[in-house]
């Protein structure tokens, strides 16, 4: 910590603690408590239960968290896949260049992801490109909301890289794409897996787009904890919430060990 003297390290602790525990652990916890709950009895849950559990794992919702899943790795790929790209290409516009790409990939960021949904269901719900009523465009739709993480991760990256690694290997006659796939991607490794795990956790938590998009053989795992407490089914959503915690935290502990190793090669 940057606090030196004992008195103050236990002070940025107590305020820490005072700070962090009401306003992000305690409602975390809450959602857990009521997860294992049929009633609410008072200030605490009571009546404890697995059964919640045992129906969140199991077909609707064994489902649902599928889809999520397969929209939230296949979004974060493509994203990836463009924002890295949308990044290299603004390094070499130079200044100019760069913020009108920056300013393009952040726009669908700057107005409310149901715009981004709308935007999206009136593009493509006519042809020649017809993609209404099937998983792909929930699955652009995620990929629209996330592309600007990748991009200002990965840019951001790439404004930090010392440029004496690739003019060494163009000096000794290296072509500029092995520069770029043996010099440059292997240096941005762990800034492109930070932004793989950034747009996978966005792309598994995102409703509001969805909920105009999705069809009902694609219904992602936040829209089935949506209709379940729309229903006033409290207990079964806080389950269904924290398998999808649960399931996040566990692919980004895995992003995160990826990047760790990375940063050591």
């Not at 890289?161 to 500029?176: F, I, V």
């Not at 991607?185 to 999705?214: D, H, K, Q, R, V």
């Amino acid at each position: 910590m940057l606090v030196h003297s004992r008195r103050g390290r236990w002070t940025a602790w107590a305020a820490f603690a005072v700070l962090f525990v009401p306003l992000f652990a305690l409602p975390l916890l809450v959602i857990v408590a009521a997860s294992f709950a049929t009633n609410w009895s008072g200030a605490f849950p009571s009546g404890p239960t697995t059964e919640h559990y045992a129906a969140a794992v199991r077909g609707e919702s064994l489902q649902a968290l599928t889809t999520s899943l397969v929209t939230a790795l296949t979004a974060s790929l493509v994203a990836l896949t463009v924002g890295t790209w949308a990044a290299l290409a603004g390094a070499a516009l130079g200044r100019k260049g760069k913020r009108v790409l920056d300013a393009l990939f952040m726009l669908p960021v700057a107005v409310p992801s149901v715009v981004v949904g709308l935007a999206v269901l009136v593009a493509f719900s006519q042809p020649p490109v017809l993609l209404n009523g099937t998983r792909w465009i929930v699955i652009l739709a995620h990929t629209v909301l996330v592309t600007a993480f990748a991009h200002q991760s990965v840019s951001a990256a790439i404004q930090r890289l010392d440029p004496m690694y690739e003019q060494a290997a163009a000096s000794l006659g290296a072509r500029p794409s092995y520069v770029l796939l043996r010099v440059r991607l292997p240096l941005l490794l762990p800034s492109l897996n930070a932004a793989a795990g950034l747009c996978f956790a966005l792309s598994m938590g995102e409703l509001s787009a969805t909920m105009m998009l999705y069809p009902p053989d694609w219904t992602p795992l936040p829209v089935l904890i949506f209709t379940a407490t729309d229903r006033g089914s409290l207990f079964t959503g806080s389950a269904l919430a924290v398998v999808l915690m649960a399931t996040t935290l566990l692919a980004l502990l895995a992003v995160s060990r990826i990047r760790t190793r990375a940063s050591f090669r």
